[in-house]
């Protein structure tokens, strides 16, 4: 997998994407990866070096892409994550981050699907265009209120969508 200049985005992206899936969803993490990515954050103590250990890593990892041993588990992932991903980034001050910033991470889902030679279901899209609507429309409500605070994270693991 080559990332060019105007792909560095991306990649960046996706490297955040799946430093979240390793912390907080590591049962959509492929086993190879999951395996991979604690032999070689187990032995750090600082949580700084343990992060940036981890991001070099998932870059090397993504710039091998091995097509048999991709970085999630692709059958299983569902919209619901993504949108509990979206929600559990902040930006400066703890606010949401602009709209722009959330198409570009839904963006590099996409792409990071794409990569790895899955395809994203019709069933997957139609209820992805769903909930990130609503989520887009709650983003811009609470940006407008003067708010558009984060919100912690046992919010996002009681965020509940019925489709």
Aim: net charge positive.
């Amino acid at each position: 997998m080559c990332f060019g200049q105007f792909q560095k985005k991306y990649l960046s992206n996706i490297t955040l994407f799946i430093m979240y899936v390793y912390k907080f969803d590591r049962s959509l993490l492929h086993n190879s990866w999951s395996s991979t990515l604690d032999s070689f954050t187990t032995k750090k103590d600082d949580e700084k070096k343990k992060a940036t250990v981890l991001k070099k890593t998932i870059k090397k990892l993504l710039g091998i892409g091995k097509e048999e041993a991709p970085p999630l588990k692709f059958e299983e992932y569902r919209p619901v994550d993504f949108i509990k991903y979206l929600l559990s980034l902040r930006g400066n001050e703890d606010k949401r981050l602009s709209v722009a910033s959330y198409v570009m991470k839904r963006s590099s889902l996409f792409r990071l699907f794409r990569l790895y030679g899955f395809q994203q279901s019709q069933e997957f899209e139609n209820n992805m265009n769903v909930y990130y609507k609503g989520f887009k429309r709650k983003v811009v409500e609470e940006v407008q209120n003067g708010g558009g605070k984060y919100i912690d994270r046992e919010m996002c693991n009681d965020f509940r969508i019925v489709p």
